[in-house]
């Protein structure tokens, strides 16, 4: 039976060479997938895995430990909504002539924008564009949504909130009729 994918998990270290450690660790904790494991601006390094619960959290605790003082962050997200997995692995399209309303989430890391995208998803019907996590944007995140007017000020709102509980939000927008270039290399 396959093991069914239903969490991510995150870790930033401060380091490239401890991250490369933590990531071997990770993936002998549990039976996890890597999704991403990179170095990010700022010189640091960053882990996503992805699993079951369980295996998640064992690959985390296993990374953690492994980071010692290097551990900038750790976040697990439970029962992620898989439209976050598809959006992190920019495999959304959507034509432009659909897009009626586009959101931006912006986070102060990698980990924070997963945790607004997967609030934003759940809390109204949006297609997550893309999930972009710290690369060119010195270690900072962000979501494209898109949707009806209606529905992506409320899927903005709910993942604006859930990032700034954690003082980690920079910034939101909402933009009714986009014109058509106007996110063209994010589509």
């Known amino acids: 039976m396959a093991t069914e994918i239903n969490s991510i998990g995150l870790i930033e270290l401060s380091s490239v060479a401890t991250g490369m450690v933590a990531e071997d660790l990770m993936l002998k904790a ?29 690959a985390l605790l296993a990374g953690a430990a492994a980071a010692g003082a290097s551990l900038i962050e750790r976040r697990q997200i439970a029962r992620v909504h898989p439209q976050v997995l598809q959006a992190i692995s920019q495999t959304v399209e959507i034509p432009p002539s659909q ?32 999930v972009h996590l710290a690369m060119a944007l010195g270690g900072k995140g962000f979501v494209v949504m898109a949707g009806d ?39």
């Open 30 to 58: 549990g039976s996890v997938q890597l999704m991403m494991a990179r170095s990010i601006c700022s010189g640091k390094f960053l882990i996503v895995v992805s699993g079951d619960v369980t295996s998640v959290q064992a």
């Open 99 to 130: 897009l009626k309303s586009i959101g931006v989430i912006e986070t102060f890391s990698a980990a924070s924008v997963i945790e607004a995208a997967d609030s934003a998803v759940k809390s109204a019907a949006v297609t997550l564009m893309k």
């Open 149 to 187: 007017v209606a529905s992506v000020q409320a899927a903005v709102a709910a993942g604006a909130k859930a990032a700034g509980e954690d003082g980690m939000l920079v910034g939101k927008g909402v933009i009714a009729a986009p014109a058509p270039e106007l996110f063209k290399e994010y589509i």
